[in-house]
């Protein structure tokens, strides 16, 4: 089976602009979570998706969003960027909710704010 | 206190040798635990899952889990330069209605020849 992919790899904005990051999950994979990684929080959870709804949302402010279609793939917006968004985004698919959710990650999106 | 410790590192362990990974958490309502591995540069890739106590064997590595001291450990047998990366442990519990993974901040490890 194909991976978890992310696009775009690399992506080089403005203070002030927004940027969509798509995620399409592994085949049969309903579930896509996303992650902010930086080298000074660590891997720090944004929201989890199953069957097109938001299940749950880490603490981040409503700046950040996201939404899932009906084939699983999914989507993160980051409105009104600002210089400490600046990270790597992860996206995670696994094949169901609950305690059984083994996440597998894409590559990230590399986002630079400047 | 923060959700889920690791000691950062570096643990710095021969070829060959036993490498032990250690994390501890806070909610004890805790119900799934992950390790994963994360060579610089890339993004974390699963190792193994543990749900309940004891241990789990799979290859080269074995997770322990004991929920009454809150602290979940990897250990890595035969350790090879290909195992030096990070390793994160990421614990999952109910909130909101939905199971949240909190991570921990990784353990550097280094397998020197």
């Known amino acids: 089976k194909a991976g978890v992919t992310q696009t775009p790899r690399y992506l080089i904005k403005t203070r002030g602009q927004q940027v969509t990051l798509s995620c399409s999950p592994i085949?049969?994979?309903?579930?896509v979570s996303w992650y902010q990684q930086t080298p000074g929080q660590g891997l720090q959870f944004l929201f989890e998706?199953?069957?097109?709804?938001?299940?749950n949302k880490g603490n981040f402010p409503g700046r950040f969003s996201g939404r899932q279609f009906s084939n699983s793939r999914s989507e993160m917006n980051v409105s009104t960027l600002e210089l400490g968004d600046s990270a790597l985004y992860l996206c995670?698919?696994?094949?169901?909710?609950?305690?059984?959710?083994?996440?597998?990650f894409g590559p990230g999106t590399r986002l630079t704010v400047t | 206190q923060k959700e889920v410790e690791q000691n950062s590192g570096p643990l710095s362990v021969p070829e060959g040798a036993i490498a032990s990974l250690n994390c501890t958490y806070s909610?004890?309502?805790?119900?799934?635990f992950f390790w994963y591995r994360q060579y610089s540069g890339k993004s974390p890739e699963l190792i193994m899952f543990?749900?309940?106590?004891g241990d789990k064997e799979d290859g080269r590595f074995t997770a322990q889990l004991n929920k009454a001291s809150q602290y979940v450990s990897l250990l890595i047998r035969d350790s090879q330069p290909s195992d030096s990366a990070t390793y994160l442990c990421?614990?999952?519990?109910?909130?909101?209605?939905?199971?949240?993974?909190?991570f921990g901040r990784g353990t550097s490890l280094i397998v020197h020849p």
């Open positions: 909610d004890r309502g805790s119900q799934s």
């Open positions: 990421a614990v999952r519990g109910m909130k909101g209605g939905s199971y949240i993974p909190t």
């Open positions: 085949s049969g994979h309903r579930s």
């Open positions: 543990i749900y309940s106590n």
């Open positions: 998706y199953f069957s097109e709804t938001q299940r």
């Open positions: 995670a698919s696994s094949p169901s909710q609950g305690r059984g959710n083994e996440q597998y």
